[in-house]
């Protein structure tokens, strides 16, 4: 069992930048992959970032390509989401998400793939 816990979410300027955490609790952090989804009233949760349980491997949705990076570090079972360069079309409420994963190598883009989710964390971007 996982427990996560999103914190760092707020109201900024279009432009601005935001980093968001995701502290996870249990001893077996290093061997989960690690998502980030976003989602807005009426739409679906959708896919933001992702990290390998290594962080050598990560992959991004095109509308945050190069702007969002997502990092981790397993020593403190903590994932990140450095949000920089904020769009209005950015405001969401924020999820992170944990998937045991099959080998160092694994990464998940769906949130089907998910079995652990936080509760989420508001990001507004005013224009």
């Known amino acids: 069992q996982v427990q996560l816990v999103e914190s760092g979410g707020g109201l900024v300027q279009a432009g601005g930048s935001l980093r968001l955490s995701c502290a996870a609790s249990?001893?077996?952090?290093?061997?989960?992959?690690m998502g980030w989804f976003r989602q807005v009233p009426g739409k679906e949760r959708e896919f933001v970032a992702a990290i390998s349980w290594s962080g050598g491997i990560t992959n991004y949705a095109d509308s945050v390509k190069g702007r969002f990076t997502i990092s981790r570090d397993n020593a403190k079972n903590t994932v990140y989401l450095q949000m920089n360069s904020l769009k209005p079309e950015d405001t969401a409420v924020y999820y992170c998400?944990?998937?045991?994963?099959?080998?160092?190598?694994?990464?998940?883009?769906?949130?089907?793939?998910?079995?652990?989710w936080g509760q989420g964390t508001q990001v507004t971007v005013s224009s």
């Open positions: 998400a944990a998937r045991r994963g099959l080998s160092s190598t694994s990464i998940y883009y769906t949130r089907y793939d998910y079995d652990y």
């Open positions: 249990g001893r077996t952090f290093s061997s989960y992959v």
